[in-house]
């Protein structure tokens, strides 16, 4: 009775601007994407990874966690929710429909095993997330010169993370649904969860679980995985 993890990897990394997609990048002497397996394969309980990579990828076939028969891949999407669904389909045509799934990006190489252990013991609905530490503004421009409309109340503020926990078939019908409905509202799980309805428990989480996206990301990663590994 253990639970499936869902790894999206199919991302090219805009933000990132490197010569391929982030996941790939070496990091403290393995691809990023390998610390990330490597990590989810020590979580306790795990019955196998599902990871959604792009269709012309020819990385992950050369990880060392590819070989690891709890792993398998399925083709992602154009977005990041088109690939956890695909991964979803794949699930579900395999197991039953309430085990329990854990979306979690390829890009978080640094989230915590007591975190991982805080979000199973969670409600069924649950995601890792860090209380906002700067003051939030809102503004109503989307360009330009941007000013202030709005701060909003901080001790409400939480910044979402992954893993995002849901049983296999709740999230697959909100994905599906969400993505029909408000595909731009789709960013995480939990979005798509709350439109169908549900109130997702927030799980407080470490800062260091924080999403490699720009290029200092990658180096202050590569810092604090040497730190662990020393
Ligand atoms: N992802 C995915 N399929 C997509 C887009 C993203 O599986 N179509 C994955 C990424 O590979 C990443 C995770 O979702 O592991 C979080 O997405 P993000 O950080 O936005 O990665 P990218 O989309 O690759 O980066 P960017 O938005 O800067 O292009
Ligand atoms: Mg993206």
Known sequence: TGYWVIVPAAGSGKRMGADKPKQYLPLAGKPLIAHTLDNILGWPGVAGVV?????????????????????????????????????????????????????????????????????????????????????????????????????LPRAQIWLAQTPQKAPLERLRGALQAGLAQHPEAITDEASALELAGDEPELVAACRSNFKVTHPADLMLAEALLQHRQT
């Open 51 to 151: 990871v959604a990579i792009a269709a012309d990828d020819h990385e992950f076939a050369t990880l060392a966690a590819a070989q690891d028969p709890k792993v398998h891949t399925v083709t992602g999407g154009a977005e990041r929710a088109d690939s956890v669904l695909a991964a979803l389909q794949y699930l579900s045509a395999r197991t039953a429909p309430d085990t329990t799934v854990l979306v979690h990006d390829a890009a978080r190489p640094l989230v915590s095993k007591g975190d991982i252990t805080k979000l199973l013991s969670a409600g069924p609905i649950a995601l890792l997330a860090q209380p906002a530490s700067d003051t939030v503004k809102r503004t109503q421009a989307d360009q330009g010169s941007p000013r202030v409309s709005q701060t």
